[in-house]
């Protein structure tokens, strides 16, 4: 059970050989840190692959504030609703630090089943998979208290290293910290009191302004038996998420 729990959490990844059998469809392209590759509702078509980097969706819930449901990385697509016929993007895609993306357009994609099949199938089958991490994440924001859910995103986070330390720590400056709460669906508020138990229990540890967070298995092992059935207290924090002020 403990196994299967920590499957749900972790999300595969293409193949370098898979995205290497793209490049001779796939238009290369590289991003800027900072870069904003499409804006929510523009016209869509196609699909991006990661080669290196990382890039935030965001969709902005109010003046100020946003809600991030994916952070895609290397081996990782976004902007999959493209394939769907009249798409338009359902998200803003922004480079969260220098980026190289392959870009698969439907055309193209045809021209990959009909000549690659074996890792056209691999590529459909890490769009599904990541479609299924994006509905336990729904399921996490319903049934989930915003500590177990920081606990996740944290553990998501510890998986790339572009989010880590030298010495392998989650290292959450500030941009790192509003992702987080982006990520969580919870208040700057909300997220600095369950990270100040975290700190008095010895997980989170502060430097300056910069906090570090030691990803280990004790931490997340929170998770296990952390689902709730969906109970009042769970549905107020989700609601209290949702009606709060952005973050500073």
């Given at each position: ?28 392209a ?6 904003q ?16 980097g990382?890039?935030v ?37 922004r480079a ?21 099949p ?7 089958g ?22 177990h859910?920081?606990v ?42 369950v ?13 300056g ?15 296990l ?23 500073s």
């Amino acid at each position: 059970m403990q196994t299967q729990e920590r499957n749900i959490l972790t999300v595969s990844r293409l193949s370098d050989d898979a995205r290497d059998a793209l490049t001779a469809f796939a238009a290369r392209a590289s991003w800027p840190n900072g870069f904003q590759i499409y804006d929510r509702g523009a016209q869509a078509d196609g699909v991006f692959v990661i080669v290196r980097g990382r890039v935030v969706l965001r969709s902005k819930v109010r003046a100020g504030r946003a809600f991030v449901p994916w952070v895609a990385t290397p081996g990782e697509t976004f902007g999959a609703e493209g394939l769907a016929p009249n798409a338009h993007y359902s998200t803003a895609a922004r480079a969260d630090e220098e980026t190289e993306t392959l870009f698969l357009s439907s055309s193209k994609l045809r021209a990959f089943v009909r000549e690659q099949p074996a890792h056209a199938l691999t590529l459909i089958g890490q769009v599904m998979a990541e479609r299924s991490a994006l509905l336990d994440k729904l399921r996490e924001l319903t049934t989930l208290s915003v500590e177990h859910r920081i606990v996740s995103a944290l553990q998501r986070m510890s998986a790339h290293t572009g989010f880590l330390h030298a010495d392998g720590r989650i290292e959450l400056g500030a941009p790192q910290y509003r992702l987080l709460c982006e990520l969580v669906g919870a208040t700057r508020e909300s997220v600095s009191l369950v990270l100040g138990r975290l700190t008095g229990e010895g997980f989170v540890e502060r430097s300056g302004s910069t906090l570090f967070v030691n990803p280990s298995a004790r931490l997340f092992d929170r998770l296990l038996g952390g689902e709730e059935s969906i109970s009042v207290n769970a549905l107020v924090d989700s609601r209290a998420a949702a009606a709060a002020p952005p973050p500073s």
